[in-house]
């Protein structure tokens, strides 16, 4: 073997190893994705079809102002980590008192029991009871919900018979969406108290 064979074979096995060592360093630093295609900050929270699904299941109805408020929600504030299935109870001149109570769900497995009273705007006098389905937004974890939650001026949005507002502390999010008959007094004014045990004070 010539002395430039011997040269030519040295440069290819080299560009080889080379090509080799550098496909293993990219495919070390490309991040890993799980099977069905979400990302690892995707792991702890709730994608928007099944949170449309698990609402309208809970509501019992399916309708286009609800699924205009889902879509809104994550357009603004991406997806939940957590929400409340819950119900609720108000009474209005005016202004009115609102009392109510949930399971709060986290995708990480998590779960508490909530009640939750406070002041409220009323469009009418009387009272009522209605769902409410609350979406969790930034919560660390689940015992950080009890606490109270001013509510964001300017923030109550009603499509369709289906009604939101937003809630928030220290970067942490509640959504509550409301349908037909729980719009009435459906956008809280000053807080809602969230509690680990039941009570009548709002304050």
Request: positive net charge.
């Amino acid at each position: 073997m010539t002395t430039s064979n011997r040269r030519s074979n040295f440069h290819t096995c080299f560009a080889r190893i080379a090509q080799a060592v550098l496909f293993a360093g990219v495919m070390a630093a490309t991040p890993g994705h799980a099977a069905d295609g979400s990302t690892d900050s995707d792991k702890g929270t709730y994608d928007q079809e099944s949170v449309l699904k698990d609402a309208e299941q809970f509501f019992g109805a399916s309708t286009e102002g609800l699924a205009k408020i889902v879509e809104k929600a994550f357009k603004e504030h991406g997806r939940p980590s957590g929400y409340i299935k819950g119900e609720e109870a108000s009474g209005a001149v005016t202004v009115g008192l609102r009392y109510g109570n949930g399971m709060l769900s986290m995708k990480t497995g998590k779960s508490r029991k909530v009640y939750w009273q406070g002041p409220s705007i009323g469009f009418d006098f009387g009272a009522n009871v209605s769902k409410v389905f609350v979406l969790v937004y930034h919560l660390p974890s689940s015992d950080k919900i009890y606490q109270r939650f001013p509510a964001v001026d300017g923030s109550f949005y009603y499509v369709g018979g289906a009604g939101i507002n937003y809630q928030q502390r220290d970067g942490v999010i509640l959504a509550p969406i409301r349908l037909g008959v729980g719009m009435r007094a459906g956008a809280s004014i000053g807080y809602m108290h969230y509690t680990r045990e039941k009570t009548y004070l709002p304050f």
